[in-house]
């Protein structure tokens, strides 16, 4: 679609009551992102409340109709769905607008291949519509869906605003109390004026700020280039204190909605145990000792999963809604008989929601431990759900899934109506959702949080057989034999299959970190939407072949900087890194003194270097060597610092075996140290004048 095109849903065809809205971009840096939001608008252009402004801190509708799904790495970048029940839209909503902004007013046109696309509940894309004219807009109205004649329809909008989600949300009627970049950008110009005072021939009379978004009509759209900073408010003439009234007769004045994030509380110290000896052990609802096989461990991890999605709402609604599953009742069956011909099937479970007399199920196929899923046994229960008119087949294993390589491959019958989605859940995952609820966003009941605890306690079990991504694959040692030999070529499949495992494992290694820190950690692809993803790794095997290097990007939300991690198999040893850009004010020394002071209890065996812009290396040295001369970091010649670059090395760990290797735990350990070793330690905002020296406290947990 082009801007301000407009389209009927009824003639793309499909089930267009429940549609998944995705928005994407791409960040050449690999750093930048943005928060996608819905406002649920009436016939004059306004919400009707704050509660119908949808956003980080209200992701959800009590109703059903709008809920945030969150972000998700996809081959073209970054990607964050929205899933929309229209049929759950209040009869007084008129317009349901999709927008995105940026965290402390980025600009869009640092970002690109902006893109907005709607599927309908099964899958199924019915279209899409790319924004080609971003720039130094902060928010941005992406699209509509909006009633005309009891039909629905969508409107390609494409429309920005440069004062943020702040100024967005305000023009469509929300009363903002304090907008999170706003506070920020106050507190630092504070903190300046405080230690330097007021600039030479400058006034000390407060000015409105530039960027206050000015009044506009009801229901339209600003863009970017159209605000302007509004006349000051004169002061009003002083009155005669007005007579008593009745509190209680005054209606309530309406809360005003923050925009500024949530803080997360930390979970509360634990009681002291009454156990009279650490030999004890707390009796456990999901016991895992017991466990003698891989079947048992199979169904035990299947009925225990099942039961708790049951039970727990906000976890079973975390883990279907990304499948087109409504919010509503949600039952879970296990070892249920389906007929298939002459041998009926048994798939390992069946989740049913039901809500409006609608129902929504799935097939749920599990395995645990290195077992791999078997592509009949999928294809059997493909063809069953699609018989029995059932909308997703669930695979969930310890393998993790990725765009454009399938786990098990299944052939759908085109002249089939009814379509079935096949969908994927890693036991990773899995254990992720139940962290992040529990120790970071929380749920309403202590008796839901007590369950999820003990999922996750039987998740980590190491005798449960959910311990997410753990094998390398077949490929793995005659790979590295091959790069040791140096007999392995360009064009070799086994060195792409060992390219996907390594991309399977930097996506839980975000998963794990994530749910430890409660922020979002994604791997960063820099790649174009346009390029097969087929292709990427095919170009990534061929770069192994050469120089026997495995590399991949994180990005994780509040930290300094993109994280890079080389593993060299030529020589074992993996490294983690990340670049700082130098502040834009100051002096070298007092740069180089603030990042040492910085990394006071970090590894002494931290490589610094400096970064920059002459012909050759910038000085460097190991952190142990560089605290009592932080001056040795400053360039010699009179080249321009840039930045720095803080790196760490470890082994790889000598084992080759392809089930849970020392490389996979070698991987998982270093991140884990640099971040919480480094990365925690380090002011993720550059140094401003007038700024204290000391970094100031992480906001990450």
């Given at each position: ?228 900073p509004p006349a000051l408010p004169q002061a009003p003439e002083p009155a005669p204190a007005p007579a008593p009234v009745d509190a209680a007769a005054q209606p309530p004045a309406p809360k005003r909605l923050r925009t500024a994030r949530r803080k997360v509380t930390l979970p509360k110290v634990q009681k002291p145990s009454l156990a009279e000896n650490d030999a004890w052990r707390s009796a456990r609802l999901f016991p895992a000792t017991t466990l003698k096989s891989d079947r048992e461990r199979e169904l035990r991890a299947t009925s225990v999963l099942l039961s708790v999605m049951a039970q727990v ?327 321009q610092i840039t930045g720095f670059r803080l790196s760490l090395s470890k082994s790889t760990g000598s084992s080759r075996g392809n089930a849970e290797t020392g490389f996979i735990r070698s991987v998982d350990a270093a991140v884990e140290r640099f971040h919480g070793g480094v990365l925690a330690h380090l002011d993720p905002r550059p140094a401003r004048r007038g700024q204290p020296s000391a970094a100031r406290t992480p906001t990450t947990v």
């Amino acid at each position: 679609m082009v801007k301000g095109s407009n389209v009927g849903l009824a003639a793309l065809g499909g089930n267009t009551d429940s549609l998944v809205v995705s928005l994407g971009w791409n960040s050449p840096g690999g750093d930048g992102d943005a928060d996608v939001s819905v406002l649920l608008l009436t016939a004059d252009g306004k919400v009707r409340s704050n509660a119908d402004f949808y956003f980080y801190n209200n992701p959800t509708a009590a109703d059903g109709s709008v809920e945030l799904l969150g972000q998700t790495p996809t081959e073209h970048g970054t990607e964050d769905r929205i899933r929309l029940d229209l049929t759950a839209v209040p009869d007084g909503i008129e317009r349901l607008v999709v927008a995105a902004s940026r965290h402390q007013r980025g600009e869009f046109g640092q970002l690109e291949d902006l893109r907005l696309q709607l599927a309908d509940g099964g899958g199924e894309s019915l279209l899409g519509f790319a924004i080609t004219d971003a720039g130094r807009e902060s928010a941005f109205v992406f699209g509509e869906i909006y009633r005309r004649n009891a039909e629905w329809k969508f409107r390609a909008v494409g429309q920005g605003y440069d004062t943020g989600l702040a100024g967005l949300a305000t023009d469509f009627g929300i009363d903002i109390d304090e907008d999170d970049a706003d506070a920020e950008a106050q507190a630092e110009t504070e903190t300046e004026t405080e230690a330097t005072g007021p600039e030479p021939g400058g006034s000390d009379t407060p000015t409105a700020p530039a960027d206050t978004p000015a009044a506009v009509p009801a229901g339209a759209v600003v863009p970017a280039q159209a605000s302007a900073p509004p006349a000051l408010p004169q002061a009003p003439e002083p009155a005669p204190a007005p007579a008593p009234v009745d509190a209680a007769a005054q209606p309530p004045a309406p809360k005003r909605l923050r925009t500024a994030r949530r803080k997360v509380t930390l979970p509360k110290v634990q009681k002291p145990s009454l156990a009279e000896n650490d030999a004890w052990r707390s009796a456990r609802l999901f016991p895992a000792t017991t466990l003698k096989s891989d079947r048992e461990r199979e169904l035990r991890a299947t009925s225990v999963l099942l039961s708790v999605m049951a039970q727990v709402p906000e976890f079973g609604r975390r883990l279907t809604a990304g499948f087109g599953a409504p919010a509503g009742r949600m039952e879970t069956f296990t070892e249920v008989t389906l007929p298939h011909g002459d041998t009926p099937r048994r798939p390992d479970g069946v989740v049913r929601v039901e809500r409006a007399g609608r129902l929504w199920t799935a097939l749920v196929e599990s395995k645990t431990n290195g077992n791999p899923l078997r592509a009949e046994q999928v294809q059997d229960y493909m063809d069953i759900a699609a018989r029995r008119g059932y909308e997703v087949v669930l695979t969930i294993s310890n393998d993790v899934a990725l765009e454009g390589s399938p786990l098990v491959p299944v052939k759908i019958d085109g002249r089939r109506r009814h379509k079935v989605a096949l969908r994927h859940l890693s036991w990773a995952e899995v254990a992720y959702q139940a962290k992040m609820l529990i120790r970071h966003e929380g749920v309403g009941n202590p008796a839901h949080a007590w369950l999820l605890q003990e999922l996750l306690h039987y998740l980590q079990h190491e005798n449960s057989g959910c311990h997410g991504f753990q094998n390398m694959g077949p490929a793995w040692v005659p790979v590295r034999k091959g790069i040791d030999e140096e007999t392995l070529c360009r064009g070799d499949d086994r060195a792409r299959q060992v390219v996907e495992s390594w991309e399977r494992l930097i996506r839980q290694v975000c998963l794990q970190l994530g749910g430890e820190l409660g922020v979002k950690v994604l791997p960063v692809q820099r790649s174009r939407r346009s390029e097969d993803p087929g292709l990427r790794r095919a170009a990534l095997a061929d770069g192994l072949c050469e120089d026997g290097r495995l590399q991949a990007e994180i990005r994780i939300d509040d930290s300094v900087g993109t994280v890079a991690i080389t593993a060299d198999l030529r020589v074992g040893r993996l490294r983690t890194s990340v670049e700082i850009p130098a502040p834009e004010q100051g002096y070298p020394l007092s740069w180089v003194k603030r990042l040492v002071r910085q990394l006071a209890e970090a590894p002494a065996d931290l490589h610094v270097e400096t970064l920059t812009d002459g012909p050759g290396p910038g000085p460097r040295g190991t952190l142990e060597r560089l605290r009592p001369e932080p001056g040795d970091l400053l360039p010699k010649d009179a080249a321009q610092i840039t930045g720095f670059r803080l790196s760490l090395s470890k082994s790889t760990g000598s084992s080759r075996g392809n089930a849970e290797t020392g490389f996979i735990r070698s991987v998982d350990a270093a991140v884990e140290r640099f971040h919480g070793g480094v990365l925690a330690h380090l002011d993720p905002r550059p140094a401003r004048r007038g700024q204290p020296s000391a970094a100031r406290t992480p906001t990450t947990v």
